[in-house]
């Protein structure tokens, strides 16, 4: 089967890397977007079309803004896949490492790779909006002396030489992608399938205990809360938004326990229920 998936970046990036990794039993075409945003109308303008997002990195931290995005949108969180970031640095072929002069890449890329930019001391570091996309300038500029830090594919697609591969500080650097659908493409992707895993969101009052009651009720219920992030809601001082990610055993537990919080919460909206998802090697 064919799948039409929405990605912020081009190709090579580690979007489209993700999304061929999350759709690995189907052919794959990935419809390159310029921001976050656009992979949400690009959805809304074609609901056969599926997204892939980031939504949180091991060393960044939560890509806030996309939290919101996917509420906002009404769409359904099917599925999650964690890649595991390997940046490269690449280059025209035949460029030698003690010839880069200057080396390209988003600012997070460049981040990750301080280590190993310091033994690069005569190189000028540049950022740019996208890791694949520096490659891609790169090699259409013929630009010598250039490198830049993106992923293996990238280099790939572009015809550029790896000068060396590995170079992230952190090994332990993974980012976790959502794959997003309209909600009937999704009914349709969900049905006969495993689910184990629950976003949500909901907002609280602004008193005492209102989080911790739900922490307990959670707990009762035997949910295991992997992730919760706050985020303000404007225009209500001190009133703040919940995204919480919960893993189960017993989907009818599970049910259960929203059914014990909801009548605590405001604004209560289940983003998704799907199978916990893979982490890449």
């Known amino acids: 089967m064919k799948r039409k998936v929405a990605i912020q970046g081009i190709a090579g990036s580690y979007h489209d890397i993700a999304a061929r990794k999350y759709f690995d039993k189907d052919e794959v075409e990935t419809i390159p977007c310029d921001t976050f945003n656009g992979v949400i109308q690009t959805i809304k303008k074609d609901p056969s079309i599926m997204g892939l997002m980031a939504i949180e990195n091991t060393i960044a931290g939560s890509l806030l803004q996309n939290h919101e995005l996917i509420r906002e949108s009404d769409f359904s969180i099917i599925g999650e896949y964690k890649l595991r970031i390997s940046h490269s640095l690449v280059a025209l072929p035949g460029t030698k490492l003690e010839e880069v002069t200057e080396v390209n890449s988003h600012p997070i890329a460049l981040m990750q790779c301080t280590d190993f930019l ?3 001391p ?12 520096s490659a891609k300038w790169i090699a259409k500029q013929q630009l010598k002396g250039h ?8 280099a790939e697609i572009y015809g550029m030489e790896v000068l060396a591969e590995g170079i992230e500080t952190n090994k332990r650097n993974f980012t976790r992608f959502l794959a997003i659908a309209d909600r009937w493409t ?3 992707m969900l049905k006969n399938t495993t689910k184990n895993k629950a976003s949500l969101v909901f907002a609280l009052p602004h008193s005492v205990g209102s989080l911790s009651k739900i922490l307990t009720i959670l707990s009762f219920y035997d949910m295991n809360l992997s992730k919760i992030q706050s985020l303000p809601i404007i225009g209500r001082e001190w009133e703040y938004q919940f995204y919480i990610n919960l893993t189960f055993n017993d989907y009818t537990r599970y049910r259960q326990a929203l059914d014990a919080i909801r009548p605590l919460t405001k604004d209560f909206k289940i983003l998704g229920e799907y199978e916990e998802g893979r982490q890449s090697l």
């Open 118 to 120: 310091k033994t690069l």
């Open 122 to 133: 005569n190189a000028k570091v540049v950022e740019k909006e996208d890791t694949a996309g």
């Open 147 to 154: 490198a830049a830090i993106c992923g293996k594919l990238a």
């Open 186 to 188: 999704a009914d349709e």
